[in-house]
């Protein structure tokens, strides 16, 4: 490898007692290397340890500015990991059975050493990477890091995205108190409505008609076991396309457009600009890396791209500029964990008791949001179509998408910011205006009869046509393909929190509208 | 051209030993995968219950029931409805989202059978009738019923098998 042997010469006590350590035959069958103090060693050590070599030998320096990333993918990985520590030692006093479960977890929070901060940091550990997952998909979005050839990790994150949340529900019954029992039942059943296979997907879920026992170890053995091995696997695959894909969309190389640019007689940009990402090196070219693409203008944008491409060309080096970060941002997330833990108890209920339904019965908190739209339609239709047609747009979502300008800048455009701005605004006011004329007028008082006209036809209606209504708005802009999808994201995202958080603050008993402050007892899910 | 010409007389004349083991290769790898699935799922399909709710359950005698009477039954999961004519089983659990829908004897009555006593699900405020038939809200059917049978006097339900009902009508009722 080039790598220089670790070679001593031992001067004062403290290097004395360093060589004693390392100077030996066992120390160095485990390090083979020594510290790497210059530039070349720093760059060489990185493919040669193995808990390094899944990053690239340089970064591109505008790839890891805070302000590109917020950190958030580092965020999860490390979260992924205090869940599983925290897990593994939840399950040496946790035993998932009906009888037992819910003392077990009392003892956890009453009698194990640090049993109550253990749970409490899996507890809120596991809703702050649900939240987080949304905050690094909004990230990748409003970046344009999703562009080809980006496309299938896109994909991964959403399939990741599901599974954090499976890993979130099946852990939220395994406490077995009022609160999870009563979400697992009105989620569960919200599968039912599924065409066709509804019941039987509901029945091999739970392995009974009802919430019991049988669901119990079902939730267990997914929680433990299936839902983590999937995770590690995705993780890794999702984290290895990164790589391969050139690193992040921020490090991209200038569009080949550009050459165009200068075989016109433009002004010329920077002279290296069509070489691979220095962070691909080594790897195979993906189909796309350095794709072709159709340019804008090309003397309007010669000069900008200059700049630009000397901006993407400054690259650091991994060892320490990334590592230092990553080092942060693990220590970071587990202080704030830690901090939080301390702060505020994870709930625990009573017991479970399938004879009594909890008056709210909520979901928990990331569903909520369907449990809200399901007072405003069909069951089917909010809980199955709504959320099945979402999963499948937010995959096809990248692929919508050719241009390949702008990919790792932060909405691309100016109008791409106004667009944004705007579709949150027009999205909040529109969900807060139909959710108070529902709960104050209804749309069933009006047309409620056939049931298929407050059911299906005027949700319907309302959600395509105030979709229509937004693209209509923004057409003045002379919206890209990327913009228009960014109204419909940042619609989505808005109404997915909006309704989360009347879900979860403003509903009381009988799942009324009711003041955050008068909810009754009980009436949070998280 | 000229080769497929001479050669394009279909699959079969192609399949030589090598593509055949090759095909048959891959023919074993589909299989496996797809008798891994087959296995896997049924191996983790619900079992029959043997006891307790799921099973067959004693009632108490026909005689027990005035008419326009709800009987409670916490173990089975069951309201028994005595309806002019006969018996009728009603599953407590809410036909919208699955929560226990209680029976509250004092609230205004939603049929003419007695002048007070509804089903009131505490969730999203669905209300049923001693038909267990939707009078508002949002459950989608009728509350589900089990099927009865009457053996000597006794009233013996059958909670393994729910039965899913678009409407009322008198042939659900089990005569007495």
């Given at each position: 490898m080039g790598l220089r042997e670790v070679e001593w010469q031992p001067i004062d006590l403290p290097t004395r007692l360093v060589a004693l350590i390392t100077n030996n035959r066992l120390w160095r069958s485990i390090f083979r290397f020594a510290y790497p103090s210059s530039d070349k060693t720093r760059a060489l050590i990185i493919p040669a340890v193995f808990f390094l070599h899944i990053h690239p030998l340089k970064v591109s320096a505008r790839s890891i500015r805070?302000?590109?990333?917020?950190?958030?993918?580092?965020?999860l990985f490390f979260l992924f990991g205090i869940e599983t520590v925290t897990g593994i030692l939840l399950a040496f006093v946790y035993v998932p059975d009906v009888g037992r479960a819910y003392s077990d977890v009392q003892t956890m929070s009453t009698t194990v050493a640090f049993g109550a901060l253990l749970r409490n940091i899996h507890r809120w550990g596991a809703h702050l990477m649900v939240l987080a997952v949304f905050l690094h998909m909004m990230r990748v979005f409003y970046t344009g890091a999703y562009k080809r050839p980006r496309e299938f990790n896109w994909v991964i994150g959403v399939l990741l995205l599901l599974l954090t949340l499976a890993l979130s529900f099946t852990g939220y019954l395994l406490p077995w108190d009022q609160l999870s029992f009563w979400a697992i039942t009105v989620s569960t059943n919200l599968a039912g409505y599924a065409p066709l296979i509804g019941e039987s997907l509901r029945v091999l879920i739970l392995g009974a008609?009802?919430?019991?026992?049988?669901a119990l170890i079902r939730f267990y053995v997914l929680h433990v076991m299936l839902l983590p091995l999937l995770m590690a696997v995705l993780i890794g695959f999702h984290f290895w396309r990164i790589r391969k894909d050139g690193g992040l969309a921020a490090s991209n190389p200038l569009p080949r457009g550009s050459q165009v640019a200068r075989r016109e007689g433009a002004e010329a940009p920077a002279a290296e600009e069509d070489d691979p990402p220095e962070s691909a090196e080594g790897a195979l070219p993906m189909p796309g890396a350095a794709a072709r693409q159709p340019e804008a203008p090309a003397g309007a944008r010669a000069v900008p791209a200059a700049r630009a491409a000397v901006a993407r060309k400054q690259t650091l080096s991994t060892w320490p500029n990334l590592l230092i970060l990553e080092i942060i941002a693990?220590?970071?997330?587990?202080?704030?964990?830690?901090?939080?833990?301390?702060?505020?108890?994870?709930?625990?209920?009573?017991?479970?008791?399938?004879?009594i339904t909890e008056n709210p019965a909520k979901a928990p908190w990331y569903f909520v949001n369907l449990?809200?739209?399901?007072?405003?339609?069909?069951?089917?239709?909010?809980?199955?179509?709504?959320?099945?047609?979402?999963?499948?747009?937010l995959m096809a979502l990248p692929y919508a998408d050719r241009d390949?300008?702008?990919?790792?800048?932060?909405?691309?455009t100016r109008n791409g910011l106004i667009i944004t701005i705007w579709s949150a605004v027009y999205t909040v006011v529109w969900t807060t205006a139909l959710i108070v004329f529902d709960e104050k007028v209804g749309v069933r008082s009006i047309i409620g009869d056939p049931a298929i006209m407050p059911n299906w036809v005027i949700p319907v209606g309302v959600m395509v046509g105030l979709s229509a209504i937004l693209y209509l708005s923004i057409l003045p802009l002379r919206p890209s393909r990327r913009e228009v999808l960014m109204a419909y994201f940042t619609a989505f995202i808005v109404v997915y929190a909006q309704l989360t958080l009347v879900g979860s603050f403003?509903?009381?008993?009988?799942?009324?509208?009711?003041e955050p402050w008068n909810l009754p007892p009980g009436g949070l899910s998280f | 051209m000229a080769r497929e010409e001479t050669q394009g007389r279909g699959f079969l004349s192609k399949l030589d030993r090598r593509s055949f083991m090759a095909y048959g290769l891959w023919a074993a790898a589909i299989a496996l995968i797809v008798e891994g699935g087959v296995i896997s799922v049924q191996a983790i399909r619900?079992?029959?219950?043997?006891?307790?709710?799921g099973s067959k359950f004693e009632a108490g005698k026909v005689g027990d029931f005035e008419e326009g009477s709800i009987t409670y039954f916490l173990d089975g999961r069951f309201y028994i409805s005595r309806l002019p004519g006969g018996l009728l089983a009603l599953y407590r659990k809410c036909t919208h989202l699955g929560c226990v829908v209680p029976w509250r004897p004092d609230e205004q009555s939603e049929d003419n059978l007695a002048g007070s006593g509804?089903?009131?699900?505490?969730?999203?405020?669905?209300?049923?009738?001693?038909?267990?038939?939707?009078?508002?809200?949002?459950?989608?059917?009728?509350?589900?019923?089990f099927p009865i049978k009457i053996d000597g006097d006794k009233v013996i339900v059958d909670t393994g098998t729910i039965t899913t009902r678009g409407s009322y009508d008198e042939s659900q009722l089990t005569k007495v």
């Open positions: 805070l302000t590109y990333t917020w950190g958030l993918g580092l965020f008609k009802e919430v019991g026992q049988e693990g220590l970071f997330i587990t202080a704030v964990l830690v901090l939080m833990s301390m702060a505020v108890d994870a709930p625990l209920r009573d017991l479970a008791n399938p004879d449990q809200e739209l399901l007072l405003h339609m069909d069951a089917a239709l909010a809980g199955v179509w709504i959320p099945a047609l979402l999963v499948l747009a390949l300008r702008h990919a790792g800048e932060w909405f691309g403003f509903r009381g008993i009988g799942m009324h509208l009711v | 619900a079992l029959p219950k043997t006891a307790a709710f509804r089903f009131n699900c505490p969730c999203h405020g669905s209300r049923f009738d001693r038909y267990g038939t939707v009078k508002g809200g949002p459950a989608p059917r009728p509350l589900d019923i």
